[in-house]
């Protein structure tokens, strides 16, 4: 369903405030029913942190947890000052490691070591991994979340592959194809995925010239080569050539 097109003006903006002095429920409900994401955010900046946490409650919890991500980093330490362990938990859990390590990063450290032993196991794991980087290298930008392939899998193998791997990647370019020890050999597209034969074998038709950055490569160098060869994602590789995780533009951005 398209999102309808939202306008913050002086009026809606005073309605809305009335609403929330009456904790109207139903009208901010029915207000923000279908409106993006994005201008839910615009529009929680003009209120306090109570207010806001009372909007955001009425709200499904995917669309709480995109707007408390999408928040700058200043209003969202705040705002989770009035936010229990267990909810910040809930939101953490639906997104993206990279985002979600972002904002342990934020918390005090007690907090933040509670809610990682709250945190659903893979997830768990893989924000450890991360946190070992500064963020402002690509393993801080990384996001562990992927699609990657064995060099030695046909094609049918690989498509099966990523209907399950899929499930915890939001956008994805092409796939990564590895060693048995997870050293990064090259990429394949989608679209040669769809027009080669089911038996081919990956390592036959991968792309090896891929462009890689090391976990320790500034954020101002992984944004350098993502804009000269145009990337809309990168591989990210450990010093032994192994697959670690992935930047894409956002990220950068």
């Known amino acids: 369903m398209t999102p309808v097109e939202f306008e913050l003006n002086k009026d809606f903006r005073d309605r809305f405030q009335e609403a929330l002095n009456a904790r109207d429920g139903e009208f901010i409900r029915q207000s923000l029913e279908e409106v993006n994401p994005a201008d839910i955010t615009a529009l929680l900046y003009e209120f306090n942190a109570e207010e806001s946490k ?3 409650d009425l709200l499904p ?7 408390i991500n999408d928040l700058d980093s200043d209003t969202r330490k705040s705002f989770l000052t009035i936010y229990s362990t267990q909810e910040i938990t809930e939101i953490i859990n639906l997104l993206d490691s990279d985002d979600a390590a972002d904002i342990l990063n934020e918390l005090p450290i007690k907090t933040s070591e509670e809610i990682i032993a709250l945190l659903d196991p893979d997830l768990r794991s893989q924000v450890i991994d991360l946190l070992r980087y500064d963020s402002n290298v690509a393993g801080g930008l990384m996001a562990k979340e992927l699609i990657k392939a064995r060099d030695h899998w046909t094609v049918v193998q690989c498509v099966d ?10 956008k994805f370019y092409a ?8 050293k990064l050999l090259g990429r394949v597209s989608l679209q ?21 950055v090391e976990t320790y490569m500034e954020d101002r160098e992984v944004a350098e080569i993502m804009s000269k060869y145009d990337l809309e994602s990168v591989p ?6 192994h697959l670690v995780g992935r930047i894409t533009i956002d990220d950068v951005v």
């Open 54 to 56: 009372y909007v955001l």
């Open 236 to 241: 990210v590789v450990n010093v032994q050539g």
């Open 61 to 67: 919890l995917s669309i709480r947890a995109r707007i």
């Open 192 to 212: 040669k995925l769809i027009l080669s034969d089911p038996r081919t074998i990956v390592k036959d038709i991968l792309e090896d010239d891929v462009v890689a």
């Open 161 to 170: 592959e990523i209907r399950k791997q899929a499930e915890n990647v939001s």
């Open 175 to 182: 796939v990564y194809v590895v060693d048995d020890q997870d």
